[in-house]
């Protein structure tokens, strides 16, 4: 016989075949006698067979068998006969189908165990490249402070970065500082980082613009050759702290209500030095005792401690540009409840008391408190002692203390002789505040953050 399907040597009396599983003879049930007729289709066929192959009660002449498929035993002497079911269909089918199904098993395993390896090596990549807490930095810490040019020109405009315990980059890396704009997410480099004898690793950048407002995260990345923008490891990193860093922006980057927007600190120290020099230019004049220049000496003064919303503050005369004095500031103020001193002992104070802030934000923040407090008191009896001078002019007792106190107010006065102007009653001036006011700005790099 050969399979009318895909013409595989069968035996004469195979009811599947072998090769390719098709049914070549009727299924017949133990007792049936059903054939298919010649026309009858492929369907009608399945039908016959579904039938013969249902249950059929018991009759006499057909026997209770335990297997219904089972061959009955012939009795002695008894010839088989051809109406018997036929044997079952050869093991070479199952055999084939069993091993089809255990390779598309297998198939399936490895096609699934590869995938899994390649998400699980995807996946480490990724980590390791975005890690910050690897062998290169795991016990490495370090600095961000900013500080202004030694030329005058800019506010927080240098950036020095300090970084301890980095090992050694591998050959051709580098280790590259940036600062970050997260929701920009543009990135502006602070100079490659350089090995001191000691070990420790320094950058230190000057831009033209104020570095605070370029960014809201510092990070310190391992680069290989030169890069423009982050694309290594990061190796140590800090966050400015969001709701603090509001704060620290308005007392040394912006605040919307000053001249030009400038920083509340800012303002201070431009104010408190025209302060200082004003001062100076009165006791240039009271020397001549020329009346009319030390009234305008005195005018001006009173306009750049009140401001335009002062009290006491007057446009300069004509006369006074005769004696080359037209300083009046800037309008702000650095007294009364509008003005730099003020605005700028509140905004240290809101920093050092948000839900984020620092140990660092708050110790400077009373630092900068203290001397904006100092300032006041100074400024407060200037401001009282020009007024006297309008009055009277010839007072040099009055013009001496304007000139020690707008000193103080601007620089600060070591007032227990150790050497140092410190940040504590009755020293700390404009320059200590501002000072301070940086530091509230420092940034502690560690891995991990």
């Known amino acids: 016989m050969q399979c009318p399907q895909c013409n595989a040597q069968l035996e004469d009396d195979s009811v599947f075949c072998g090769n390719c599983g098709k049914q070549i003879a009727p299924l017949k049930a133990r007792g049936a006698t059903v054939t298919s ?41 008894d010839t088989p006969t051809s109406h018997l079911s036929p044997p079952p269909p050869a093991r070479k089918s199952n055999t084939w189908r069993i091993a089809f199904i255990a390779v598309m098993v297998l198939l399936v395993i490895g096609v699934g165990t590869l995938g899994t390896i390649a998400l699980l090596k995807k996946n480490t990549s990724v980590t390791n490249t975005n890690s910050v807490n690897t062998p290169l930095a795991t016990n490495a810490n370090g600095t961000v402070s900013f500080s202004d040019s030694q030329n005058g020109t800019g506010h927080s405009n240098v950036v020095t970065v300090n970084a301890r315990g980095l090992t050694t980059p591998p050959n051709g890396s580098q280790y590259v500082a940036w600062i970050v704009d997260t929701l920009s997410e543009r990135s502006t480099s602070l100079g490659t980082l350089v090995q001191n004898k000691d070990g420790t690793y320094t950058a230190k950048s000057t831009s033209q613009h104020n570095i605070l407002g370029q ?50 600190l800012v303002g201070l120290i431009d104010q408190a030095q025209k302060l200082s020099s004003a001062s100076q230019l009165l006791q240039s004049v009271s020397a001549s005792q020329d009346t009319n220049a030390i009234q305008c000496a005195a005018q001006s003064i009173i306009d750049i401690a009140e401001g335009t919303n002062g009290t006491h503050y007057q446009q300069l005369g004509n006369q006074c540009a005769s004696h080359n004095i037209a300083e009046v500031g800037d309008g702000y103020g650095l007294l009364g409840t509008g003005g730099y001193i003020a605005n700028g002992e509140a905004h240290a104070s809101l920093a050092a008391t948000q839900s984020d802030t620092t140990s660092t934000i708050r110790v400077h923040a009373g630092h900068v408190a203290i001397c904006l407090q100092n300032m006041n008191g100074w400024i407060s009896t200037i401001d009282h002692d020009a007024r006297d001078l309008l009055q009277n002019p010839i007072n040099p007792a009055k013009v001496q203390e304007i000139v020690t106190l707008a000193n103080h107010a601007y620089n600060g006065f070591d007032a227990n002789g150790d050497g140092t102007i410190d940040p504590i009653p009755g020293e700390g001036g404009a320059i200590t505040a501002y000072y301070h006011g940086q530091l509230m700005a420092t940034l502690v790099l560690a891995s991990g953050s």
């Open 37 to 77: 007729k010649a026309g009858e289709s492929e369907d009608d066929f399945a039908t016959v067979i579904s039938t013969s192959q249902s249950y059929q009660p018991p009759t006499p002449q057909t026997p209770i068998r335990n297997n219904a498929l089972q061959q009955d035993t012939p009795h002695r002497g």
């Open 215 to 264: 960014g809201n995260r510092v990070e310190i990345t391992l680069e290989q050759g030169t890069v423009v923008v982050p694309t290594g490891q990061v190796v140590l990193a800090a966050n400015f702290p969001p709701k603090a860093f509001v704060h620290i922006k308005h007392l040394l980057v912006s605040f919307p209500d000053t001249p030009g927007k400038i920083g509340l």
